[in-house]
């Protein structure tokens, strides 16, 4: 009919569609997350921009020695110092281009998080940071990649290993997934909110919003650890956090990976059962009353879609 294989006419006419209801799809999230964000953030910017001019006024009400224009000076120069990495702590400044904190800084670097607290001012340093970001950034994937190969493997291992002593692999397979699952809540998500709150201060939620953003590399930036400059923290908090943050990664791809795969697999379920009822309702029309189509070929074909998208 098109002059070409008939898998290639399939693609061709159903891939194009398929593409623009996913782009709708991924155009419509997008706007109910700005509408929803807009809603609940909106009044509340709003009412503290009122607030912090309403403040100012005080201010200069009552110390008329101060200038309005000197006063703004002055607090876009705590804002580029906060920026930079320094902080007030009574009449001395508190910096963050320690050692550690460098090493923090390169992680969330070469993981693409990058929280916008801490940045280079000088040229060098830039040019530097492009470079090491640029080699840094490839390493990083491929050593995720190869940390989530061995926990996978590892899950594949108990899972064989139990349905050999109990003869049951289906039961042990699911078994070892929810485990695994679990597990990684627990040490990745759940339990770092009371270290987060024990040493920074958070509520249990700040610590569980920290946690997210931070392995999903979204890295807002409006919650950092080791920032506050009021409170005293253990010098080996950062590089344990660090690992947190590379183990971390690797299970929160794992389990995104696994739900793309639940997403594809879905799609392609339902793009062949419809195919396979048009198929019947057309047979039908035609008069074949010997079609022999029931639910054993939609098994098969959801059976042939899923084997082509196995994981390796």
Not at 51 to 74: I, S, V, Y
Not at 131 to 150: E, Y
Not at 212 to 227: K, P
Request: hydrophobic share 45%.
């Amino acid at each position: 009919m098109c002059g070409k294989p008939r898998g290639a006419c399939v693609r061709w006419r159903w891939g194009i569609p398929r593409t623009l209801v996913l782009l709708l799809v991924y155009l419509g999230y997008l706007l109910l997350g700005s509408v929803a964000f807009w809603a609940l953030e909106g009044p509340i910017e709003r009412d503290s921009a009122q607030r912090l001019l309403q403040e100012k006024w005080e201010l200069l009400m009552n110390h008329t020695c101060l200038q309005g224009e000197a006063l703004d000076q002055f607090a876009q120069g705590i804002i580029h110092a906060y920026k930079t990495g320094l902080a007030l702590q009574g009449n001395t400044t508190m910096g963050r281009w320690d050692m550690v904190g460098s090493f923090f800084f390169s992680v969330s670097a070469i993981t693409t998080i990058g929280y916008g607290n801490l940045s280079p001012t000088t040229a060098v340093a830039r040019v530097v940071c492009i470079f090491f970001a640029l080699f840094g950034i490839p390493l990083n994937v491929i050593l995720l990649n190869r940390i989530g190969q061995l926990m996978l493997a590892g899950v594949q291992h108990c899972s064989r290993h139990l349905g050999e002593k109990f003869r049951w692999q289906d039961g042990a397979t699911m078994l070892t997934r929810t485990c695994a699952l679990v597990t990684g809540l627990l040490l990745f998500l759940l339990l770092p909110p009371f270290l987060f709150s024990a040493i920074e201060g958070w509520t249990y939620e700040e610590g569980f919003y920290y946690s997210f953003i931070t392995l999903s590399t979204i890295g807002f930036g409006d919650y950092v650890i080791g920032m506050n400059p009021g409170r005293f923290y253990p010098s080996w908090y950062k590089n344990v956090v660090s690992l947190w943050i590379l183990f971390g990664m690797a299970w929160l791809a794992l389990v995104i990976n696994l739900c793309i795969s639940l997403l594809e697999n879905s799609s392609n379920l339902c793009h062949c059962c419809k195919k396979r009822s048009k198929d019947v309702a057309q047979e039908l029309m035609d008069g074949d009353k010997t079609s022999n189509l029931g639910a054993e070929d939609v098994e098969s074909c959801s059976n042939r879609e899923t084997k082509s998208k196995g994981l390796d």
